[in-house]
């Protein structure tokens, strides 16, 4: 099963070909997800990875992988301040959901099942602040000393990894992501409108302020 659900995940990404993005160049890229006509739905499960309160007004969901240089950018140096003004004030909420670009990145299904496999432990978080670091390799071996790093219980955490228990979660958020319209990471997807690149906190913040209006 874990290696049917693998295929199903490589084979979707080869097929709608997704890219990495940069930054757009200015804050227009946020008024126009704001303003785009045809609202995304994604369905967003209590268990997944999340920051902030359930109860903001804005709902950000993050499309992003572990091995992708501008989403791994992103979670180090616009993340922190994000968190700060909007997700812990209560002006919005971030969701995780994994869009692992196979083809491109061989590491990123393994690691994507490792920092589930952490939230298991409630450690989603934690564990992705270590894997995000320049110069992270995510092969086996480091997803596991990232994971005795964070004092997991390692028994649990192995048999996650050998037993692909977290295949299913994944193969799951890249379905909802293809549903939505996702084609390149990171996306967010603001209150339902698509937004594409590794944004500031400027650009961000225009979209949740507008989709809060």
């Known amino acids: 099963m874990a290696i049917i659900i693998a295929g199903i995940i490589i084979a979707l990404a080869f097929f709608f070909s997704q890219v990495e993005r940069n930054p757009a160049p200015t804050e227009l890229r946020a008024a126009l997800a704001v303003a785009t006509p045809e609202k995304a739905v994604v369905a967003i499960s209590e268990h997944d ?29 616009v993340l922190p ?8 004030t ?15 990145h061989p590491q990123a299904q393994a690691s994507a099942e490792a920092a589930h496999c952490a939230d298991a432990q409630q450690k989603f978080w934690e564990y992705a602040q270590r894997i995000t670091q320049p110069g992270t390799v995510l092969d086996e071996a480091n997803l596991r000393a990232t994971a005795a790093q964070l004092e997991l219980n390692l028994d649990s955490f192995d048999q996650c990894m050998r037993n692909h ?12 992501g293809i549903k939505a319209g996702v084609t390149s990471i990171p996306t967010f997807v603001i209150n339902g409108s ?9 650009v961000l913040g225009a979209a949740i302020t507008g989709a809060s209006r």
Do not use: M
Not at 81 to 88: G, V
Not at 165 to 176: I, P
């Open 49 to 77: 990875p999340s920051l902030g309160s359930p109860t903001a007004p804005v709902t950000i969901v993050l499309f992003s992988n572990w091995q992708c240089p501008y989403c791994t950018q992103w979670h180090r140096t």
């Open 194 to 202: 698509l937004l594409e690149g590794a944004e500031s906190v400027a």
């Open 81 to 88: 301040e994000l968190q700060r003004q909007y997700l812990n």
């Open 90 to 104: 209560n002006r919005a909420r971030l969701v995780f959901k994994d869009f692992p670009l196979s083809q491109i």
């Open 165 to 176: 228990e977290q295949a299913a979660t994944v193969a799951e958020n890249v379905q909802a």
